[in-house]
């Protein structure tokens, strides 16, 4: 189905639905987690999230913040996805982002894979990369999530290399 409108086209809800960016799966935790340090630490998954091909998808993870007990440590968050079971640590990488102890919003887009709809699992974790402290992540002020919003038909690639 396509979800674009045509001059004096009274569109079905179904297209409108379709035509706005709206959300397709949502996990929050508001526990915090901890305490780990060099390795690589799952904190939250979403599982069985509906994709369809052709459309572009955004995921986000607000509100991640992780605390170390060393002012000047580094820590990394990771993005991972799977399609064939839930998601792992060792599971395909999407994002990554690196702070020092403060939040942290990691946004990705992608494209559903081959012709067919499919679910997704996606996970969200942290490892300290730099220092030598111990890494707690931090669910104060509402929590962090993994947000996973449903962007449209997928108009391919428009940008410019330079």
Same mark, same amino acid.
């Given at each position: 189905m396509?979800?674009?409108? $045509?001059?004096g086209?009274?569109? @079905? !809800?179904?297209k409108?639905?379709?035509? /706005?960016?709206?959300?397709?799966a &949502?996990?929050?935790?508001?526990?915090?987690?901890? $305490?780990?340090?060099?390795?690589? @630490? !799952?904190?939250?998954?979403?599982?069985? /999230?509906?994709v369809?091909?052709? &459309?572009?998808?955004r995921i986000?993870?607000?509100?991640?913040?992780?605390?170390?007990?060393?002012?000047?440590?580094?820590?990394?968050?990771?993005?991972?996805?799977s399609?064939t079971?839930?998601?792992t640590?060792?599971?395909?990488?999407l994002?990554?982002?690196e702070?020092n102890?403060?939040?942290?919003?990691?946004?990705?887009?992608?494209v559903?894979?081959g012709s067919?709809?499919?679910?997704?699992?996606?996970?969200?974790?942290?490892?300290?990369?730099?220092?030598?402290?111990?890494?707690?992540?931090?669910a104060?002020?509402g929590?962090?999530?993994?947000?996973?919003?449903?962007?449209?038909?997928?108009?391919g690639?428009?940008?410019?290399?330079l």
């Open positions: 396509v979800d674009e409108f $045509t001059s086209e009274r569109p @079905t !809800a179904e409108l639905n379709r035509a /706005v960016l709206k959300c397709v &949502r996990g929050n935790r508001n526990t915090a987690k901890g $305490t780990f340090t060099t390795t690589e @630490t !799952a904190a939250l998954r979403i599982d069985n /999230v509906p369809e091909a052709g &459309r572009l998808y986000e993870m607000p509100g991640w913040r992780a605390d170390s007990t060393v002012n000047t440590d580094v820590n990394k968050f990771y993005l991972r996805y399609t079971s839930p998601a640590t060792s599971s395909t990488l994002a990554t982002n702070m102890d403060q939040m942290s919003t990691m946004v990705v887009g992608f559903t894979p067919d709809s499919t679910t997704y699992s996606f996970i969200g974790s942290c490892a300290r990369i730099g220092g030598s402290g111990n890494v707690t992540l931090q104060d002020g929590g962090y999530s993994i947000v996973v919003y449903d962007c449209g038909i997928d108009p690639d428009t940008g410019i290399d």
